[in-house]
């Protein structure tokens, strides 16, 4: 039996959709609590709908539609608040997940302008702040642009993420399905303000589109991560470039499989190979782990009963994964300035 990594090494999830993370049950009484007319009333099809299926094909638009209903059930910030709640905790109760980055499009959670964006944002940090308050983690929000939506929509996301970034928001997104209307060198300005009021830069590149495609993502928009990326490997050129620029890459095996990105673990251990061979910073994460039904620790254990990474090998990519979070550690946040007693005490005899 292979060496299993301990649960007592904390571990951080850096690449989690906060529509596959939610357990159906909850997601079934979300939507009950809110009154949403489901699919069905039988619970078992209610949760075959929402997650992966063998039953049903692998691809990744099939795997993206399965998003439609989990995005419609989070869409209120009642719904919104509960879901990170229980997503946060649950990540450190069955794994010991420590630091959690949740990413999510919020415009995807007001139902095309009918709430209002703040307040679901609010709703998200709410969340983030009761699972803090029960638990010692350490959670942070990602904003996800769509390939999908017109750069108007797009530059409000940014803007939101940067008004809240004194309160959880720790960094942005590119993600969707590709679109014809999607150009990298569009999004160079936004990346770039960003950048300037703090915020971490990660894109989804690598995975269903040209593997040309991360060498251009790495040099307009100058990510400091990448959302998957397993497609770099076959390219030298973006091989040498995220080396130089130290860029980690957010590795999700189940979710790769599943919508047939890489053919097997076969060619995982290829992939990772490259990587290794390449100097390459990797993360090991779930994409969302109900909707995959997957924990990160299963991801792990997978890998290394494969022979693919040895638990040395699955300590470097915990160790990795708490580095290259977007979420400040407790010792890197200055303390909050307070005045001395006695300068208290004689500014309030002078008033």
């Not at 299926?53 to 099939?62: H, I, P, W």
């Not at 530059?155 to 720790?170: L, P, Q, T």
């Not at 942005?172 to 014809?180: F, L, N, R, Y």
């Not at 620029?245 to 499989?257: H, K, Q, T």
């Amino acid at each position: 039996m292979a060496r299993l990594l301990s649960r007592k090494i904390p571990l951080a999830e850096l690449h989690c959709h906060l529509g596959g993370a939610v357990t159906p049950a909850i997601m079934w009484s979300i939507a009950h609590s809110q009154g949403i007319k489901l699919p069905t009333r039988d619970y078992w099809e209610f949760r075959d709908t929402i997650t992966v299926s063998e039953k049903r094909a692998r691809s990744f638009d099939g795997y993206l539609q399965l998003f439609h209903w989990t995005e419609l059930i989070q869409s209120s910030p009642i719904a919104v608040e509960r879901a990170v709640y229980e997503v946060v905790g649950g990540a450190y109760r069955k794994n010991n997940v420590t630091t959690t980055e949740l990413r999510f499009n919020p415009m995807k959670r007001n139902r095309g302008g009918e709430q209002d964006l703040d307040h679901i944002i609010a709703a998200a940090t709410r969340g983030m702040d009761r699972a803090s308050l029960e638990y010692p983690v350490k959670p942070g929000l990602i904003f996800c642009l769509d390939r999908a939506f017109p750069y108007e929509l797009n530059e409000i996301i940014v803007e939101k993420a940067i008004a809240w970034r004194d309160r959880g928001v720790v960094g942005i997104d590119i993600a969707g399905p590709e679109s014809a209307t999607f150009r990298v060198a569009d999004y160079r300005r936004l990346y770039r303000r960003a950048r300037q009021f703090g915020l971490g830069l990660t894109v989804h590149t690598g995975e269903a589109g040209p593997v040309d495609e991360v060498a251009r993502v790495v040099e307009l928009l100058e990510p400091d991560r990448i959302g998957h990326g397993v497609k770099a490997a076959y390219d030298p050129r973006a091989m040498a470039m995220i080396r130089e620029r130290g860029i980690v890459l957010e590795i999700c095996p189940s979710s790769n499989l599943n919508t047939r990105v890489v053919s097997g673990w076969d060619e995982f251990r290829w992939i990772f190979d490259t990587f290794r061979r390449n100097e390459i910073r990797f993360t090991i994460n779930t994409d969302g782990p109900e909707m995959l039904k997957t924990y990160i620790r299963d991801e792990m254990a997978s890998l290394g009963r494969l022979a693919i990474l040895s638990v040395e090998d699955q300590e470097v990519v915990a160790a990795t994964s708490l580095a290259a979070s977007f979420v400040p550690n407790v010792s890197d946040v200055p303390p909050p300035r307070i005045e001395p007693a006695s300068r208290v005490v004689v500014e309030r005899e002078e008033a």
